[in-house]
């Protein structure tokens, strides 16, 4: 099983461009979770779903868009991208609730916003 | 407010020394609690979780964790630490009445030949 794929690995976005993040999952978790992380800070949920079609925000979902059209694919959308969202961004699934069960994450997406 | 801390931001060991690396949390539900291990340009691992039961538990790669209520702590060890453990560390808290984990800000670990 491949489990959670991510693409691009890296990307250079110049400000107010808009780019998607893809997040596909092989093991038919229903959770989903996108979550970016910056020095020092950990981690930071972004949004998250509990199912297709069912989106919710996190932590901090300003700037970000979600859609969730089938159990495998959470893409993240970036409209008007701003050197505030130069990080890189993890996507994690989990079979149930996230708050109990294991996340597995994806490799990564090192964004840089100039 | 639910919240995890990792007061330490990097440790530095020599190879073959032991290793314990600090994690406070505080949850007003009955904790479900992570340590999960990012190796460099790579996503999070998970190396260990403590949902009930006996306070110690093993994880993967020789790492394990006690659970100690009194203190709100779930500190990481490891009697003998390899070069090959140079990592981030992340400790991260749930609860059964939630869908989201609250992560710590990680530990960076370095390994010295």
């Known amino acids: 099983n491949a489990g959670v794929t991510q693409t691009p690995k890296f990307r250079i976005l110049k400000i107010g461009q808009s780019m998607t993040l893809q997040c596909t999952q092989d093991?038919?978790?229903?959770?989903m979770y996108w979550y970016r992380q910056d020095p020092g800070m950990g981690l930071k949920l972004i949004y998250y779903s509990v199912g297709a079609g069912i989106t919710d925000k996190g932590e901090v979902p300003n700037g970000y868009n979600v859609s969730r059209s089938t159990t495998e694919d959470f893409p993240l959308r970036l409209e008007l991208a701003a050197p505030s969202q130069t990080s890189v961004y993890f996507c994690?699934?989990?079979?149930?609730?996230?708050?109990?069960?294991?996340?597995?994450f994806g490799p990564g997406t090192r964004l840089t916003v100039t | 407010a639910q919240s995890v801390t990792q007061p330490d931001i990097h440790i530095t060991v020599s190879e073959g020394a032991s290793l314990e690396l600090r994690c406070n949390y505080s949850y007003g539900a009955t904790p479900y609690l992570f340590w999960y291990v990012q190796s460099p340009g790579q996503g999070l691992q998970l190396l260990l979780k403590?949902?009930?039961?006996?306070?110690l538990v093993q994880g993967i790669k020789g790492f394990e964790a006690e659970f100690k209520r009194s203190q709100s702590s779930f500190n990481l060890r490891k009697p003998s630490v390899h070069w090959s453990d140079a990592a981030e560390y992340f400790c991260a808290v749930g609860a059964n009445n939630t869908d989201k984990l609250i992560f710590g800000t990680g530990t960076r670990l370095q390994v010295f030949p």
């Open positions: 994690a699934s989990s079979h149930a609730g996230g708050g109990i069960y294991e996340q597995y």
């Open positions: 093991m038919n978790h229903n959770y």
């Open positions: 403590y949902f009930s039961g006996d306070t």
